[in-house]
């Protein structure tokens, strides 16, 4: 048990000591602002204030975990031992760690006011992490680490749970089949458009499925015996077709049938739609459809493109009584978005509160590896590993991001199962 003095509790503080002790390290503690308590105790002391106190650990606090609201946090970023740090305040740790945990896992930066892309998101080369050159590293399970490194330093006695790297594996799937189940009149419309365009791989492969009846999106029964001993874990798009919502319609017999048979073996989650980021109430409508689908409540989702606005999207997911999303990542660059690689809670910083919300980062998408940084499927499979190492040297939880249609051999995507598998691989 490690027992921490602070001269003032806030709900910040509290939240952050919870997502350092209780997620990343695994260990209990108690929190109090009666120094006497504090210095009479036997169990393992930090201290969290100005205060010069014997036998316990310093860190000395910058003011950001006592501040209500928001405001722009002048930040100097150093590096020891390959590590970043800011919120630097002296005293022996040199850097309030406890800040600058809640400032990555908060996500603190995404209240201020940003430029965003296309799409309305917060772009990841406006990031700290981004643009100070760690945003592939799990920085909070690095302080972590060290803190308890130098607690066990200055307290021997001070025990552990040992730790083991788990994985979980994602798809978002958009667009469930290519051609199947879109019905007699969309095919035909797609065909006549492809003629027109003059898309002569689209004509082929639109006349190899009526030959074949197989679909390119049909990677279905690829990616389970793949992933086998594996956790996955699908995501369904249900919304009305749009420009960014193109799966086939929500009542098609065929998209049903796969969601059912994955549902066997798999947890499904909503996929919210694009639209739904301008019109929330469409997120409990797509909800419902997938509830209807599976006859059980819905709990996760992710956002379709990632779409994410603090604290909006996660306040109408709880709304909606999701307990857990699995949004918290970037589409343009691989890493840490907020700079951990553990299951933890949202804090609404409006609301000044923890939120009952479970957050769970991704490193990479299949996506952005591609598309965006426009690696070769060789490449790819470098990066992955890299990440995984990351992963892997703090004992943290690995989560990626597939779609179905990635996963097709087709056009761009040729020679990216073998990155699929090569993932799975080192997962295992």
Not at 196 to 225: A, G, W
């Amino acid at each position: 048990m490690i027992i921490i003095y602070s001269d003032t509790i806030s709900n910040r503080l509290i939240y952050t000591l919870d997502v350092i002790f209780k997620y990343v390290l695994g260990v209990d503690y108690r929190c109090t602002n009666k120094l006497q308590e504090f210095e009479v105790s036997t169990l393992v002391r930090i201290n969290y204030s100005k205060k010069n106190l014997d036998k316990t650990l310093q860190i000395t606090p910058s003011t950001l975990l006592f501040e209500n609201g928001i405001r722009s946090q002048d930040i100097q970023v150093s590096w020891q031992s390959e590590i970043p740090y800011f919120f630097r305040t002296g005293g022996e740790f040199l850097y309030d760690v406890f800040a600058s945990t809640f400032y990555m896992v908060s996500r603190y930066e995404e209240y201020l006011p940003f430029t965003s892309d296309i799409h309305g998101r917060f772009k990841a080369e406006d990031s700290l992490a981004f643009k100070q050159g760690f945003l592939k590293q799990p920085v909070v399970n690095l302080w972590s680490l060290e803190l308890q490194h130098q607690m066990v330093k200055l307290f021997p006695e001070l025990c552990f749970p040992k730790k083991k790297t788990s994985y979980l594996n994602t798809l978002d799937i958009d667009i469930a089949y290519a051609y199947k189940s879109k019905g007699l009149v969309r095919f035909l419309g797609g065909f006549a458009n492809s003629i027109i365009n003059k898309n002569k791989e689209e004509i082929v492969e639109r006349i190899s499925y009526l030959k074949s009846k197989k679909d390119p999106f049909d990677t279905y029964d690829f990616i389970e015996n793949a992933s086998k001993k594996i956790k996955t874990k699908y995501f369904f798009l249900l919304g009305n077709k749009a420009k960014y919502d193109p799966n086939i319609h929500f009542k098609r017999k065929g998209l049903k049938e796969i969601i059912l048979k994955l549902s066997k073996q798999h947890e499904i989650g909503i996929h919210p739609s694009y639209q739904s980021n301008q019109k929330p109430a469409l997120v409990a409508k797509e909800i419902n459809r997938l509830t209807k689908i599976l006859g059980k409540e819905i709990t996760s989702s992710r956002q379709h493109f990632l779409k994410m606005s603090f604290p909006f999207t996660y306040e109408n997911l709880i709304g909606q009584k999701i307990t857990k999303d699995y949004t918290m990542g970037f589409a343009s660059q691989v890493g840490f978005r907020a700079g951990i690689c553990n299951v933890y809670p949202f804090y609404n910083i409006e609301k000044e509160a923890q939120r009952p919300l479970w957050i769970v980062p991704f490193q990479v998408m299949d996506g952005t590896l591609n598309q965006y940084l426009s690696l070769t499927p060789t490449q790819a499979s470098q990066q992955l590993r890299a990440l995984i190492d990351q992963v892997r040297n703090v004992d943290g939880l690995f989560v990626s991001l597939w779609h179905n249609s990635s996963l097709s051999e087709k056009t761009i995507w040729m020679g990216w199962q073998k990155v699929y598998k090569d993932m799975l691989t080192l997962m295992k």
